[in-house]
């Protein structure tokens, strides 16, 4: 263990409101998915994500802000689950009218603006299946995912559309574009597209579709770290899985403001943009704009933001641009701050508590679980660097090359988690070879494991600990190495802002790590701070862990949901082909 972190205790009186998990031992213990079940309204058996967001808020308290939306411009408009009731049945009944069925896909090319979350529960409310994409995509990965799920509506905006113009004559499953006019009077081209607000304009509210729990719901392409984008398929049951986790691992609570930086094109930016705060019925706050240090704060002391889940590249950047900037604002408000997407280096876990007196609590899940399965909670102590310890209600472990369970301590091995649970993925879509593959049996008789591609450790007291990718991870000398711990120690040096660890092939190690780091304002490049980072590593990990070799870049290769590619920063040193490189994010 390379962390020199202590534990961070929790003291639960000094909490700002008590937990929704004041035991996590206990609800470990008693939780149950039918109790969770039970805590939702399912009418007749009805589970549908537009009725557990929208409809029963509505039913409840039709008053309430569902959503503050602050324009890039500043502007800002407020929503009530009343008005995201309205807006979305109209919306559905727009879309029967274009003939639209019940499991046929509908694509989101947008940026954050209202009426696209209007949109998504509409298009939920009808039966039909949301595909986001990622606004900043080029034409090849949008038709690629387009036809990959014969897509056969799109909804985007006058911003965007040329996009989708550029591939109508390759996305023949396309049948409408729908074009949301921005605030500033634009509109679609007449003709080549429908126009929202003439659609809405006459549109009755349409009842909700009778889906139930294992009709799609969700098709949701993967960040493409690793590879080619695969299409995780959800069903509206998946529902359970984000209103729990939302509960007990996000803490949202009646009178909260919560604040999810993650863009709506993925997974992150509908599970706990949409799903997991509206399904607990609070205040959601959207934010048009994108990252900067200083508009984050002033968001989070406008909006009086209590609850915040970010991602380790932002808090990097926030880390970047220095401590002075958190402590203009007032952020009073603040009770609990967790992060996703990537580990989180120990380094941002204490961060937190030094800008602004809260720690951040990681979390792990992937796409393809459809919800948190590992995470680090209000009532829990955190060990700085681990993910924490499985979600009541999931099965994760850590077994070998033969899918046995490890159950000694400290052993690192693949990571995988026991099937089933609700918001688990159904499939690939039109890929069922590839979903096979990722399920396998335990020779010792108990549930199936979905593996996930992940390698961890698990210490003596429950911890989950992130070692790598399976891609990523180094044999060097017959020790495998986590680029994960190599990159935490590297960026506790004052000079490194940002690290990418790989496995370089070497005759003699078979691989020898090599780091690529960019640095902190303030510092400059020379082989002396080389020599003293590869110093400092040795000191931390040994000779053996340390990297060998160390570039600086200005920045790291990341995709467009901010995470590190490892595989690009490979092929780039060893002068291969890219690969897919549709999420790469733009220089
Ligand atoms: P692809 O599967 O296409 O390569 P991806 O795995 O990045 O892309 P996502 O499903 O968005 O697509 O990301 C899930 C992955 O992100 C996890 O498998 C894990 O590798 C990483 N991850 C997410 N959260 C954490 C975390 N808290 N700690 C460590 N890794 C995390
Ligand atoms: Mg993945």
Known sequence: MTTTY?????????????????????LRASFSWDTVRAEL???????????????????????????????????????TFEDMRRESAKFASV???????????????????PELYFAVFGTLRRGAVICPLFSAFGPDPIAERINRAEGCVVVTSPALYPKIEAVRARTPSVRQVVVIGDR???????????????????????PLEPTANEDWSVIHFTSGTTGLPKGGSHVHGAV???????????????????????????????????????SNGVTSLIYEGGFSSAKWFEL?????????????????????????????????????????????NPEGVVWGLEAFGLPFHDNWWQTETGSIMIANYPALPIRPGSMGKPFPGVHPGIIDDHYREVTEPDVEGQLAVRVPWPS????????????????????????????????????????????????DVINTAGHLVGPFEVESVLIEHPAVAEAGVIGKPDPVAMEVVKAFVALNDGYAWSDQLRRELIGHARARLGPGVAPREIDCLDHLPKTRSGKIMRRLLKARELGLPEGDTSTLEED
């Not at 202590?6 to 206990?26: G, H």
């Open 184 to 206: 500033a009077g634009r509109r679609g081209p007449e003709g080549a597209t429908l126009d929202y607000a003439t659609l809405m304009a006459g549109a009755p509210e349409a």
């Open 41 to 79: 309204d399912l009418p007749n058996g009805v589970v549908n994500l537009a009725h557990e967001c929208v409809d029963r808020h509505a039913a409840r308290n039709p008053a309430k802000t569902a959503m503050i939306w602050e324009g890039a411009n500043g502007s800002v408009e407020t929503y």
């Open 240 to 278: 359970l899985g984000h209103y729990a986790t939302g509960k007990y691992v996000q803490d949202l609570q009646p009178g909260d403001v919560y604040w999810c930086t993650a863009d709506p094109g993925w997974v992150t930016g509908t599970s706990y943009g949409m799903f997991a705060p509206w």
């Open 424 to 471: 688990m993925m159904r499939a690939y879509w039109n890929d069922q070879e590839r979903y096979d593959s990722r399920f396998k049996d335990d020779p010792d008789g108990g549930p199936r494991w979905y593996i996930t591609g992940d390698r961890a450790r698990r210490d003596a007291d429950g911890y989950f600990w992130f070692v790598g990718r399976d891609d």
């Open 95 to 113: 879309l029967a009218s274009l003939g639209v069925q019940r499991g046929e896909r509908v694509f989101f090319l947008m940026d954050r603006v």
């Open 300 to 344: 989070i002391q406008r909006h009086r933001v209590t609850v915040w889940y970010t991602a380790p590249t932002a808090i990097r950047l926030l880390m970047k641009a220095g401590l002075d900037i958190p402590r203009r604002f007032d952020l009073s408000s603040l009770r609990y701050t967790m992060s996703v997407g990537e580990p989180l």
């Open 6 to 26: 202590e534990e961070i205790a929790k003291d639960l009186a000094a909490l700002k409101s008590p937990p929704n998990m004041p035991d996590y031992e206990a």
